[in-house]
């Protein structure tokens, strides 16, 4: 995604979750990890029942080195997820939150 475009989006008053989910995907792929983190967060704010944006937000926190605000996206994600009937996506962040429990970021 051109992340110059969707900064602009933004700045014309595009404001949505779409948008900072979108472009918080885009800076986190670009290494932009606190950029990335601070879109996803509004993202999900904008519309808490987003599922993938939760999902990319543990992504981005786990990637900005802060293990415990990548597992607490993931727990709401999931739970958001299981609300919505969004199966693949609970599975998915049950991975995520298996593997940081095995790399002893965060107790069982």
Known sequence: ???SALQRLLEQGRDSALLRFGLGKALLD???TAEAVIHLQRCVAQDPRYSAGWKWLGKAHLAAGDSEAAAQAWQQGSAVAGTNG???AVKEMAVFLR?????????A
């Open 1 to 3: 995604m051109d992340i």
């Open 86 to 88: 969004d199966k693949q």
């Open 99 to 107: 593997r940081l429990q095995k790399a002893g970021a965060r107790p």
């Open 30 to 32: 670009a290494g932009h």
